[in-house]
């Protein structure tokens, strides 16, 4: 199955119009990342096929992947269209049927990628379009008998309530509301429920004395403020040595002045727009109080939002001397980056600090030069991301390059994008078909 050429304008514009995309974010997420993870999916899903168990004397033995017995509700985020696509792809190629809720604020782009796959030769209902509220989805699913998989990206519920209570109502459709809802009624399952989740985080740049001072300012720049910093690997925050935080500090303020808002459309200098809706910028709006409210924390650019037109909200940087205080450990889901600044020589204590800070695991990024401190970071944090990158920023995961997930509250780890995510969905089946007749029901010692 092909996607049509023609799709990424198109899709563009949707994009435009839903979710304030610019032109590389559209093109990025809408036409390549969901091409990539079509194509890769189904050359995994050969490729499973092709693992088989050993025949042997007079026998030979067989592996049938079946989709599971039951239907896949997948629940989609807004922020990219490839997920929403993937989330309800997958299975469907593993032979289930899928019930694929799109989320509130993108059934423009998610329905265009709808379309195109039944254009594309997709058999009616096989993935069948449901956009509903979520507690009525969620609800539905998972009082149903033949409910046998949930697949979700979104949030769960780790807000401040000082800051944003109104924001629990909105995310009580979440992944620990729907597991929850699902150890309730297993006794009505046919089966039990395969559940897979990814649940977004508080992502980290470690700043090593070694690093590369321009790689860091720029990494983080992209990695903070690209569409909004409403990516789930975003960073949003930062651990920056003494020694080298003045040289930072100058970079990150330098290229703060340069950074342009407004309207993608109109304007492709721009990098990027206004935050998805009005729930996220009274949320982010919370946020940007708090820190003017806090003696821990210090607002060096940016700061400032408007939603007179658009939920438009300035890229900002806030400097902290607690770097355990609530900004380094909860989801903003904005473009925030909070920068705890070290003494350089209580490196090792930092890595400590950074693994035990925050409940997510999600991504995060170390930048050194020194390849003995590469490999101590890499120890001292190996279960604090499920993405870890080394002198890179933490977005930009690539399907089949770098399978995307992570653990503790940032889910299930499945890595969509990976060889090991098709099998997720399958419930095999082992054959063993004998050729050579059972002559007798004695064993040869029992003579």
């Not at 999916?41 to 693992?51: G, M, R, S």
């Not at 799109?102 to 796959?117: E, N």
């Not at 002045?257 to 935050?275: C, H, N, R």
Request: one cysteine or more; glycine letters at 8%; charged letters at 20%.
């Amino acid at each position: 199955m092909r996607l049509k050429m023609a799709w990424p304008c198109t899709e563009y514009e949707i994009q435009q119009g839903a979710r304030g995309k610019t032109v590389v974010q559209a093109e990025i997420d809408a036409a390549a990342e969901l091409i990539d993870f079509f194509r890769f999916n189904a050359k995994h899903a050969i490729e499973l096929e092709e693992q088989q168990p050993l025949d042997s004397d007079g026998s030979t033995n067989t592996m049938i992947y079946r989709g599971l017995e039951g239907f896949v509700a997948a629940v989609a985020p807004f922020n990219l269209t490839a997920i929403g696509g993937n989330l309800a792809g997958t299975p469907a190629i593993m032979g289930n049927v899928v019930l694929w809720k799109p989320s509130d604020t993108a059934l423009s782009a998610s329905y265009a990628v709808y379309k195109i796959l039944r254009e594309s030769g997709l058999p009616p209902n096989i993935i069948q379009f449901v956009p509903a509220d979520g507690p009525v989805f969620g609800d539905t699913v998972t009082s149903s008998e033949h409910l046998a998989g949930v697949n979700f990206t979104g949030s769960v519920p780790y807000v401040s309530l000082s800051l944003c209570l109104y924001w629990m109502l909105y995310i009580r459709r979440t992944f620990k509301r729907l597991w929850k809802q699902v150890a309730q009624n297993l006794d009505i399952y046919r089966n039990f429920p395969r559940v897979a989740g990814e649940c977004g985080g508080k992502n980290f740049h470690f700043v090593h004395s070694s690093a590369d001072v321009n790689s860091v300012v720029m990494g983080t720049v992209r990695s903070a403020f690209e569409y909004g910093g409403q990516k789930c690997s975003a960073c949003s925050r930062m651990y920056v040595p003494d020694s080298l935080w003045p040289q930072i500090r100058q970079g990150l303020l330098d290229v703060h002045k340069q950074i342009s808002l407004g309207d993608p459309v109109e304007d492709f200098g721009t990098f990027f727009s206004a935050v998805i809706d009005d729930k996220s910028f009274s949320r982010i709006k919370g946020w940007l109080e708090h820190a003017r409210s806090s003696p821990h924390l210090k607002i060096i650019a940016g700061g400032n939002c408007d939603d007179s037109k658009g939920y438009f909200v300035e890229p900002t940087i806030i400097e902290t001397t607690d770097p355990r205080e609530k900004i380094m450990n909860e989801e903003i889901f904005g473009p925030i980056l909070t920068v705890y600044v070290y003494p350089e020589n209580d490196y090792k204590q930092v890595l400590h600090l950074i693994d035990n800070t925050s409940p997510y695991a999600l991504t995060g990024a170390v930048f050194s030069q020194d390849q003995a401190v590469i490999e101590e970071a890499g120890k001292a944090l190996r279960n604090a991301a499920g993405n870890y990158y080394v002198n890179d920023k933490s977005t930009g995961s690539i399907v089949a390059q770098q399978p995307f997930g992570g653990a503790r509250a940032s889910g299930t780890n499945d890595k969509p994008g990976g060889p090991h995510y098709v099998l997720r969905w399958t419930s095999p089946q082992v054959v063993k078909q004998t050729h050579v007749p059972l002559t007798d029901w004695k064993y040869p010692y029992m003579s």
